[in-house]
């Protein structure tokens, strides 16, 4: 039945997101606590995202990318499909956004006053 497998997806998506966040936080959370050194923090966060980048490999799998305005003129091209390295990609967006914020920290306050703009 269509609905329920609807539900299961959209439980999957929600519980993927959710394990991400939380392994986000414990990251955060021993950083503090036990001061990492910059080789755990990089494997964390690319850990972290594998339970989101797995459930869209399972239930989307779309890897196409739409090509920026000059591109497409020439290459005669406008979808573009990476394939496994959309994975590589979203990975190490992760491992980007995390250390960012990171950084951001270090300054007092500063990460707190991103939600504001």
């Known amino acids: 039945d269509d609905t ?3 539900m299961l997806t959209n439980l999957s998506l ?3 997101a959710l394990l991400s966040i939380c392994c986000m936080i414990l990251l955060g959370f021993t950083d503090d606590v036990l001061n990492l050194r910059w080789r755990h923090k990089l494997v964390l966060p690319t850990v972290a995202s594998l339970p989101i ?3 869209y490999y399972v239930t989307y799998g779309n890897t196409n990318i739409v ?3 000059p591109v497409p003129q020439l290459l005669n091209v406008n979808v573009f ?3 496994i390295f959309y994975y590589v ?3 190490m967006l992760a491992v980007f ?3 960012a914020i990171n950084i951001l920290a270090g300054v007092n306050g500063v990460e707190c006053g991103q939600k504001y703009r």
């Open 97 to 99: 956004c995390t250390n």
């Open 67 to 69: 090509l920026p305005f």
């Open 4 to 6: 329920s497998s609807t």
């Open 53 to 55: 980048l797995m459930v």
């Open 89 to 91: 990609y979203m990975g």
């Open 14 to 16: 929600y519980l993927s």
């Open 81 to 83: 499909d990476l394939g």
